[in-house]
């Protein structure tokens, strides 16, 4: 009877969740708004987005919790004392404070040193932009690049790419540049054929200026001879 009623409510459960998913799909395809007040009958919720697993920058602040209390382990009492053996038999109250007053201000001034290298490299930046490319990695179907373990194949990997995309994009200029150049040269040689016509007209037109001046002269020689005027 139990389990009877146990898979009853499932099922019950089950059809509360399609009715309200497909009455949700109608409300958006009709254009209306959902209400933003809570509805006691529904029971599912819309999935959230998963957030990371963990954030890089509190696993690195933890690990450098971590290392740094087993560092300042190293800095335990016994060895103080025993450094400070002296001044410990004399007053050994005084060198437990001392050295209570020495693990704080050491755990303090690491802490600072660390906290200064993350400021000034932009660790904290820098870890959160890594989590957002990890998320956006979780999408993409392809196989992420790995070193192969030889830095000239890793290295010409990384660079042919490159100079196949250049390549790709220099073809259609070069063949843009050629056909301008060929372009230009038949105005060229259209040019020179023009230059040599020209030449060549001059070339008949002070030829038959010469034979002009030929005749010319004959002519006049021949109505003034030069023995008329002999004296």
């Known amino acids: 009877m139990e389990q009877s009623e146990a898979a009853t409510q499932k099922e019950t459960v089950g059809d509360i969740c399609v009715k309200d998913s497909g009455e949700k799909q109608s409300n958006e395809a009709a254009g209306e708004v959902p209400s ?3 509805n006691p009958g529904s029971v599912c ?3 959230e987005e998963k957030e990371p697993r963990f954030k890089r920058l509190k696993l690195f602040e ?9 560092f300042i382990d190293h800095a335990s009492f016994d060895r103080f004392s025993s450094t400070f053996l002296p001044l410990y038999k004399q007053n050994p109250q ?4 001392i050295h209570k007053q020495f693990i704080e201000e050491l755990r303090k ?3 600072e040193d660390i906290s200064g290298l993350i400021k000034d490299g932009g660790l904290d930046v820098k870890l959160d932009e890594l989590d957002k490319l990890e998320c ?8 992420a690049w790995r070193p192969s373990g030889i830095p000239e194949q890793d290295f010409c990997s990384f660079l042919i790419p490159y100079y196949q995309k250049q390549e790709a994009y220099m073809r259609p200029e070069l063949k843009k ?6 372009a230009l040269a038949q105005k060229v040689q ?6 040599a016509q020209s030449e060549q007209r001059i070339s008949a037109a002070v030829d038959e200026w010469k034979a002009s001046v030929t005749e010319f002269e004959r002519l006049a020689s021949s109505l003034c001879p030069a023995d008329v005027f002999d004296v």
């Open 36 to 38: 933003q007040e809570s």
């Open 45 to 47: 919720k819309p999935p």
């Open 62 to 70: 933890k690990a450098t919790n971590m290392s740094l209390e087993k």
């Open 94 to 97: 005084r060198m437990e404070s």
């Open 109 to 111: 001034t690491i802490k």
């Open 136 to 143: 956006a990695a979780k999408n993409n179907p392809k196989p």
């Open 177 to 182: 540049i050629k056909a301008e150049n060929a």
């Open 190 to 195: 259209a040019g020179r054929e023009s230059i």
